[in-house]
């Protein structure tokens, strides 16, 4: 029986949900605890869970899991943590220091306590008899993310989930390319590597150049310049507020996700607001428009954001005059076109300017890879086998296609096991253990719970066509058909319909 | 009370349900009658029908239809009309040869018999007192495109509704621009124009690149060659059959919508198929894999498609095979990522090979003309006023500006009537005369009729959270609590809460 196992507990083919098993022996190390995104076949859910049953018939077995490693700060990466947390027996958990602090951040909101421990870069940690592993810097749409060099008794993994290669990225902390071509030497056993964007053939543009397309909306805003981008985008952030310094614009910062993560960045000192630039949100009205920049969530147009509730004219603070810009530093997520553009036609209804991405397309670059930089990096490190991972189906395949292609591998040294496969790796070989039928745990409303297929189903259904209910009293054993009553819900309007029935 | 009346039956803002009125005293013209697509907030619902309303009322006042206009054959133009034919007294139907044979196809499959007459372009056509016409061939997706130039009392409205300009079309018949730039010495009254794709800068490709990019997909198949595409491109279609002859693969057409329209366009020569190359569908599996092109339909991974019965190996006739390739010649309708890109993945998982256009961009061109398409042609035909249609509101928006930047148009000669507004011309100048409340119709199931927002705002809650009925048994006047009896769909499913009940 193979010694290391290897088990992605959010699934195969996904881009969120991320959670990584690697076992050897009775020793389980985890990698990430993130939540999935429901989509519009799944009604009412609010987030998705990744599946932690294999972990606890492992604990039951006797196994321990001997720490959760954080990659970096979003929340498809961290934010489960405070709903397995209940679940499991304690365990260490390690992070960059914004990513440590945005995951205290998300374990705190659920009023659990624990911390997690901050892990210096090309600084090893040996976590357990079997497993140690060390940070390795690398850029990305969020700061302080980190690569992970797992050291096991097999051989060494490289854990490289999302990045990009930036060469000229806002903080200069580039990726370590440093190391990397050193871990070239060193016969790196697996490389898991990012292929979300395989499908773009050019290397991805910096994000230094966004700050560029920031300013140039600025220059000729006439009123107030509200921005919107991921709450989690402190790089973004500290462009819009250096572009705001320039153009003598007082900063404030509305939304409760931008706000928490401005607080934890400003303190770990990695975003900078100078002196006085910073206003509180209840005060923008003590300035004229011109005078200031509001970052506010919503960058998606979600219901009960910030920006949404303004932009409909329901938000305490802001209101949006004639005058005024809305900028939108973000790109629709696959799947949520109607909610983004919804929100930027109902700006142009109200003769509100609004630019975005598909006029001023430099308003936002991607925080992944592009097909080079994947190369590039694989090309580097030289791992016997890679492993594709953050991308759905098309890209596994796509990617398996073009490393092939373009660095020589053979078919059988690229992996892309099938969904809930446990792979084994011994002696330098793999092979595929067990395949297990994941179900993630769902969040609806208030409960965590398991809202199987049949519910979901029956949603839709009701969803679709609404209900009707006819209820004919029975008076000891007899129907009374004189006395039907019918109730509906979503089928007809009852009030129109009320000669059918 | 001004002489000339104009007004969007489908509403303003909006790309697809295209029905516009023009109306002279007594006499109103339409021009298209096409559905509209719902979205995710209107659960259940097919399509939506444009609101007659007005006309019936204007027909009850003593108005009359004077004729009804097709632009091209598209069924957000066409395919409302049986919808609507019943509820309203005869009229003339005018098309171009194309479009009047998809437009009978439509009205036949519903068992209506309404014929449309066949105008040749540059042929005026004296609809009635106030009103004639006339066709001016333009490029698009679908083959015989007309834009049509009105001659009404209050001077000309050309109706430039969706086109491109294709220097190199497939069947090499370009836009008229001769024709237009005439028009452009005879004082243009009102340009409308398709502004759909106005955030594009660039000139749109030719549709004849992509005939090299599906050649290039299909030399290096190994097995079937399957593509699948929009039913009503047949300039597409053209590029495939050309591509299979050279490749001498026989060519079979998969799919009601794409059979049908593949027959009417034979018939009126618009598509050409060499002898002998025409295979029927039930035969594929007489010749060799690498010797077949096959035409599917289902290009959105549409429920219930010929492509999406095949992927998931329910299609009778059409096996997917490991050495086959299947080629999306077309891009994600937004908002339909999930259905497009799931079936995309879905071969992947079957390792089929797919290619699609986020991989080789030239697999699908647009049919709509970027912005300096539109400059040009408002720039040769020189209109007074110049109103933006086929577009959203961020599209009417930014049309707005760039005609104002560009051409030197003043806001007040570009219009952009809000949603229901009756616009209407006299002595060269114009004025909103009236908003009116449009509903549109809603076709449900096998019914058409009026689901309002409380049935539908219904359906969203009975999707998101399900039901739960208590039935409290109330016998003579008391309730028997004894004997609850709990029923719920959507909510939990019944037996894993069969305690909590």
Excluded at 38 to 59: A, K
Excluded at 124 to 149: A, C, R
Excluded at 368 to 374: R, V
């Amino acid at each position: 029986m193979p010694a290391l196992k290897f088990l992605s507990l959010g699934g195969a083919g996904k881009v969120t949900q991320n959670m990584y098993l690697y076992e050897y022996e009775d020793e389980m190390l985890l990698v990430d605890c993130g939540i999935g995104f429901p989509d519009v076949y799944m009604p009412g859910v609010d987030i998705l869970i990744p599946d932690i049953s294999y972990l606890l018939q492992r604990i039951e077995e006797g196994a321990r899991i001997v720490g959760l490693i954080f990659s970096h700060g979003h929340d498809d990466h961290i934010a489960a943590t405070p709903y397995v947390l209940p679940n499991l027996p304690d365990f260490p958990m390690y992070g960059s220091a914004l990513t440590a602090a945005f995951a205290e951040q998300r374990i705190g909101d659920a009023k659990l306590q624990h911390s997690v421990q901050v892990v210096k870069d090309r600084t090893p940690v040996k976590v357990s008899q079997h497993f140690s592993f060390e940070f390795l810097s690398v850029t990305h749409s969020v700061p302080d993310t980190k690569h992970i060099v797992i050291t096991t008794p097999e051989g060494i993994i490289y854990h490289g989930t999302d990045f990009k290669l930036d060469p000229t990225p806002v903080d200069n902390r580039t990726t370590d390319l440093e190391r990397i071509t050193q871990l070239g030497n060193e016969n790196v056993l697996c490389m898991l590597v990012d292929c979300l964007r395989i499908e773009r053939p050019a290397w991805s543009k910096s994000e230094s150049t966004t700050g560029l397309a920031i300013e140039q909306t600025m220059v000729n805003t006439r009123g107030k310049f509200v921005i919107t981008l991921m709450s989690s985008h402190i790089h973004r952030i500290q462009q819009v507020v250096d572009a705001a310094t320039r153009h003598n614009r007082k900063v404030a910062f509305i939304g409760r996700s931008v706000e928490q993560n401005v607080k934890n960045a400003v303190e770990l000192n990695m975003l900078s607001i100078p002196k006085g630039m910073l206003i509180d949100k209840r005060n923008i009205d003590d300035f004229p428009p011109e005078k200031v920049c509001l970052i506010v969530a919503g960058a998606q147009g979600q219901e009960g954001s910030s920006l949404l509730r303004a932009i409909y004219g329901e938000h305490p603070i802001l209101q949006l005059k004639q005058e005024d810009k809305v900028v939108f530093s973000a790109d629709a997520i696959p799947g949520n076109e109607l909610n983004y553009f919804g929100a930027i036609d109902e700006l142009c209804r109200n003769n509100i300017d609004v630019v975005y991405p598909d006029i001023l397309p430099d308003l936002h670059q991607s925080g992944h890879a592009s097909e080079p930089e994947q190369m590039e990096l694989i090309g580097l490190l030289k791992p016997k086998y890679v492993m594709p991972i953050g991308g759905q189906d098309r890209h596994r395949r796509l990617f398996k296609t073009r490393v092939a292609e373009k660095l020589d591998y053979k078919e059988k040294e690229i992996l892309t096991p099938e969904d809930g496969a446990i792979v084994g790796f011994e002696d330098g070989g793999y092979k595929v253990l067990d395949v297990l039928s994941l179900r993630p745990q769902i969040v609806d409303g208030l409960g965590i719970g398991d809202v199987g297929p049949v519910v979901l189903s029956d949603r839709r259904a009701l969803g679709q066509a609404g209900i009707v209910a006819i209820v004919i009293p029975r008076i000891q054993g007899e129907f009374d058909l004189s006395n039907i009553d019918v109730v509906s819900k979503g089928f007809v309007f009852m009030r129109d319909a009320a000669e059918v029935v």
